[in-house]
């Protein structure tokens, strides 16, 4: 089992930036890459970035190309959301996602993620 508690949301302000945090604990050995997901009332949670736990490598949607930045510290068990230049329509609660098995064809897909964190709700306000 794999425990994900996530951190670091809050009330900002458009063009503002932010970092969430995703902390990783129990079986960490077994994940092969993490992700940020995020939801708004009423909808589906939506693919935001991912990054692979061994190489680092990074994925993003395209609504947030540009603008944030996923990483890890594998020694601390962390994975980041580096969140700048923010808009009202970043406003959502974000998810930390963790999978056993992953691959980069299949990134998006919530059902991909074995483990998800309780979630931390972002405000960008206009």
């Known amino acids: 089992q794999v425990h994900l508690v996530e951190s670091g949301g809050g009330l900002v302000q458009a063009g503002d930036s932010l970092r969430l945090s995703c902390k990783a604990s129990g079986r960490t050995s077994s994940i092969s890459a993490m992700a940020w997901f995020r939801q708004v009332p009423g909808k589906e949670q939506i693919f935001v970035a991912a990054?692979?736990?061994?190489?680092?490598?990074?994925y993003y949607a395209d609504s947030v190309k540009g603008r944030f930045t996923i990483s890890r510290d594998n020694a601390k068990n962390t994975v980041y959301l580096q969140m700048n230049s923010v808009k009202p329509e970043d406003t959502a609660v974000y998810f930390c996602a963790a999978a056993v098995r992953w691959d980069i064809a299949t990134m998006t897909w919530r059902t991909v993620y074995d483990y998800w964190g309780q979630g931390t709700q972002v405000t960008v306000s206009s």
């Open positions: 990054v692979t736990w061994s190489g680092g490598n990074s």
